[in-house]
C-alpha cells in the first residue's frame, strides 16, 4: 500500500488542524493506521492509531482529549484533526499502516509509511 499524507502547514497556538491519509492499493481495511510525528532532533513517536474497522483507538498521553483519529475504509483515508495545538506539537506528521491485526506503538510494528506533513504551531 501506498501512503500520501496531506494537510500540514502553520498554525497559531490554540488553533485547529486536520490531516488527511490517502491510500492506494487494496485491501485498506486490512490495515491498522497511525500516526507518528518527528520533531527536529528528535526520534520519530507514536501519536495515534485506529483499529482496521474503526472501532477502537489508543492516543499517546501528549495528544489525548486534544487529538482524534479516524478513517473511512469506503475513501481509503485516514485523519487526523488537532484541537487546541501547542508549539511543541511542531513536527512533522506521517501515517503508517500495519499488517497486524493489533494496535500497536512501535515503530517497527508498521510495514508502510507515507512521506510526512509538516505541522508548525507558532506561539
Known amino acids: 500500500v501506498q501512503l500520501q499524507a496531506s494537510g500540514g502547514g502553520l498554525v497559531q497556538a490554540g488553533g485547529s488542524l486536520r490531516l488527511s491519509c490517502a491510500a492506494s492499493?487494496?485491501?485498506?481495511?486490512?490495515?491498522?493506521m497511525a500516526w507518528f510525528r518527528q520533531a527536529p532532533g528528535k526520534e520519530r513517536e507514536f501519536v495515534a492509531s485506529i483499529s482496521r474497522g474503526g472501532g477502537s483507538t489508543y492516543y499517546a498521553d501528549s495528544v489525548k482529549g486534544r487529538f482524534t483519529i479516524s478513517r473511512d475504509n469506503a475513501e481509503n483515508t485516514v485523519h487526523l484533526q488537532m484541537h487546541s495545538l501547542k508549539p511543541e506539537d511542531t513536527a512533522v506528521y506521517y501515517c503508517?499502516?500495519?499488517?497486524?491485526?493489533?494496535?500497536?506503538?512501535?515503530?517497527?510494528?508498521?510495514?508502510?509509511w507515507g512521506q510526512g506533513t509538516q505541522v508548525t504551531v507558532s506561539s
Open positions: 492499493g487494496r485491501a485498506f481495511s486490512s490495515y491498522v
Open positions: 503508517a499502516a500495519d499488517k497486524g491485526a493489533a494496535i500497536r506503538v512501535g515503530l517497527e510494528a508498521y510495514d508502510y
